[in-house]
T-cell receptor, first 117, second 111 residues
Framework: GAVVSQHPSWVICKSGTSVKIECRSL??????MFWYRQFPKQSLMLMAT?????????EQGVEKDKFLINHASLTLSTLTVTSAHPEDSSFYIC?????????????FGDGTRLSIL | AQSVTQLGSHVSVSEGALVLLRCNYS??????LFWYVQYPNQGLQLLLK??????LVKGINGFEAEFKKSETSFHLTKPSAHMSDAAEYFC?????????FGAGTRLAVHP
């Protein structure tokens, strides 16, 4: 149980392109999803918290207009990297929290490796 | 505020040897603690979680962790390392809204 699917797993595109990444909770409803960025050999950096039916909460220093987050249903959140540039190249990972008490863990997708040429 | 410190960015053990990955936390409220494992080019997989029910927590793949409030620690152990345990391990503290991750420990297992 508690499976999170992330798509695509790998994207290579030209500078200036917008890229959409999907995160789906397959067997549970997730009112809250999270988007992380991970640089090589580093830990995860929380970018934003995505709440179903409301605006995402972005961490300090994360550009809202660059990283658009939409959580349109209880099983789907999307991250769109707008006008991507080489510095946006990274490993992006989403997670979804299973419903219940606050100690319920987050379950992670397999990540999306984004390479901007 | 909450934070996590993982001592040792790299740990190397022989196959069959004890695995010990260290995690110390700081939290102004009773903490919820988690260990995750990450294999190359993959997301994170939950190994185990501490939710105050029991101080010794057993997880998947033979791992366990012990919560020690007096030492503010939540170290991860496995009695006998397997080659397939080679991966990056992250300790995290938090709960409802955010997880705060440690820097990670890369575990190498050699024959």
């Amino acid at each position: 149980g508690a499976v999170v699917s992330q798509h695509p797993s790998w994207v290579i595109c030209k500078s200036g392109t917008s890229v959409k990444i999907e995160c789906r909770s397959l067997d549970f409803q997730a009112t809250t999803m999270f988007w992380y960025r991970q640089f090589p050999k580093q830990s995860l950096m929380l970018m934003a918290t995505s709440n179903e039916g409301s605006k995402a909460t972005y961490e300090q220093g994360v550009e809202k207009d660059k990283f658009l987050i939409n959580h349109a249903s209880l099983t789907l959140s999307t991250l769109t990297v707008t006008s991507a540039h080489p510095e946006d190249s990274s490993f992006y990972i989403c997670s979804a929290r299973t419903p219940g008490p606050r100690y319920q863990p987050q379950h992670f997708g397999d990540g999306t490796r984004l390479s901007i040429l | 505020a909450q934070s996590v410190t993982q001592l040792g960015s790299h740990v190397s053990v022989s196959e069959g040897a004890l695995v010990l990955l260290r995690c110390n936390y700081s939290s102004s409220v009773p903490p919820y603690l988690f260990w995750y494992v990450q294999y190359p080019n993959q997301g994170l997989q939950l190994l185990l979680k501490y939710t105050s029910a029991a101080t010794l927590v057993k997880g998947i793949n033979g791992f366990e962790a012990e919560f020690k409030k007096s030492e503010t620690s939540f170290h991860l152990t496995k009695p006998s390392a397997h080659m397939s345990d080679a991966a990056e391990y992250f300790c995290a503290v938090g709960g409802y809204n955010k997880l705060i991750f440690g820097a990670g420990t890369r575990l190498a297992v050699h024959p």
